[in-house]
């Protein structure tokens, strides 16, 4: 039995009719040469054979005293969490991300484990796709990253066994050996609210001078500034998934012609799709957009729960020259970056909850309808250098699928794959018309900055 953090039991807590909070990846993947007719078949066989799970997929939800814990699943059935689909003829991508999107509107049963696996084939072009989603109280997206380098192998000739079924490694059996029963659990949630307690002193600290700083740095992002945008809809169940790679090398180059990192670089990408989608839509706002930046706080090697702060960057779409604008993004970054630097992970956490705290309070009564603390999320996720291949098929694309919200009608997640960056662009699909738009004005974001 083991008790979920405060930022995992947020996640349950978020979770709507028309607001799922798991998230997901969709990789598509070469089969080998000598891959026959019926290969595609032997592997979901072979996948469905591994009927045993291991932490943390084997775990599901329990409440014991009006707190969740995670307990052990004694009737765990594979039945309920593989699936192998055949997309309908033609087999384009489009038809692909049309199943994606519907796969992804749909909640997870709480009464079993908190994840799902999906093998997909009939594209036209002979190639697979693996589509997985996850609670988001079980994993963030360094986590869930790191599960799925694990699942697969650097060698095309490996034979890799499903991520669930592989025993946990060293470490992860020792934490589990060492802790107890309910009463562990307890004991265990006992010393996380000491250890919160403890940050206090720095938090305030750290309050006092953002209130400072927001008087006196134009650069500073408050959880006040987000202007009204069509972007901060109410939302609907209903999802559209769009998907595309970049060259690193060549997002790179272009930094490097501005001393822009590649985090500036995408930031910069993104503020100018966001302008150019708004402005063709007549609903630009006459101040920037603010976005939300995940940035991860795992400094081990565990591969669950959630360990994740978060920073806010004034994305200037209001500035129409772009290298003017991504200077500016950059000074935003930076002065956020300045902020967690002398602070330990617990105290970011904090911190940020504390900044956090008016929006939470708005989210649950809905005191300030048109209020937002930000605009848009766009997450960057470090992924494999090398590439990657899953029992024989190489993948050649790896795209995350993640999270909207209510008032956060759209995500922008990315994560990068030997020698690509692949994005992948989550929405309401009733909210925002021709959301995909968005990916060759990334690609206009881009080149502009390329002269």
Not at 339 to 356: D, L
Not at 389 to 402: D, F
Request: hydrophobic share 40%; glycine share 6%.
């Amino acid at each position: 039995m083991k008790p979920l953090s405060p930022q995992d039991q947020m996640f349950l807590l978020l979770e709507r009719r028309n607001q799922p909070m798991h998230v997901g990846g969709l990789q598509l993947a070469r089969p080998p040469k000598d891959a026959g007719p019926g290969y595609t078949q032997k592997l979901a066989e072979s996948i469905r054979s591994h009927v045993t799970a291991h932490p943390p997929f084997n775990l599901r939800l329990e409440r014991k005293l009006g707190a969740p814990f995670w307990v052990e699943d004694e009737e765990f059935d594979i039945e309920a969490h593989f699936r192998h689909l055949s997309l309908p003829s033609p087999g384009r991508i489009r038809e692909l991300l049309a199943l994606v999107s519907q796969l992804h509107s749909a909640h997870l049963d709480r009464a079993k484990p908190l994840w799902e696996f999906y093998l997909i084939d009939g594209l036209e072009d002979g190639r697979i796709a693996i589509y997985s989603k996850i609670h988001h109280a079980l994993v963030d997206g360094i986590a869930a990253m790191r599960m799925m380098i694990r699942g697969t192998s650097d060698s095309p000739d490996a034979v890799t066994i499903p991520i669930w079924a592989m025993p946990p490694r060293k470490r992860e059996v020792d934490e589990e050996r060492s802790g107890g029963g309910f009463w562990s659990g307890v004991g265990e949630a006992g010393q996380m609210l000491a250890a919160q307690a403890k940050t206090l002193p720095t938090v305030t600290r750290e309050l006092y001078r953002s209130i400072r700083a927001a008087r006196s740095n134009p650069d500073y992002v408050s959880v006040f500034q987000a202007p009204k945008s069509i972007l901060n809809q109410r939302i609907t169940g209903s999802r559209r998934f769009a998907a595309q790679s970049w060259s690193l090398e060549r997002i790179r180059a272009a930094g490097k012609r501005h001393d822009a990192t590649l985090n500036d670089m995408v930031l910069a990408m993104c503020g100018s799709a966001l302008r150019r989608y708004l402005i063709e839509l007549g609903e630009l706002p006459d101040k920037p957009l603010t976005s939300m930046v995940p940035m991860s706080l795992r400094r081990d090697d565990s591969d669950s729960g959630n360990q994740v702060a978060m920073i806010l960057a004034n994305l200037y779409t209001t500035i129409d020259d772009p290298v003017e604008r991504l200077q500016a993004i950059q000074r935003s970054v930076q002065t956020s970056k300045d902020r967690f630097g002398k602070m330990s992970q617990a105290e970011i956490v904090n911190y940020m909850a504390a900044t956090m705290a008016p929006f939470s309070l708005n989210y649950a009564t809905g005191a300030a309808p048109r209020w937002q603390a930000f605009n848009v999320t766009i997450s960057n996720v470090p992924g494999p250098k090398e590439k990657r291949y899953w029992n024989g098929a190489e993948l050649e694309g790896m795209y995350p699928v993640s999270i909207v919200i209510d008032g956060q009608a759209l995500n922008i997640t990315l994560n990068s794959y030997a020698d690509k960056l692949e994005f992948g662009l989550i929405a309401c699909r009733r909210r925002l018309p021709h959301m995909q738009r968005l990916l060759d004005y990334l690609e206009q974001g881009l080149a502009e900055l390329e002269v």
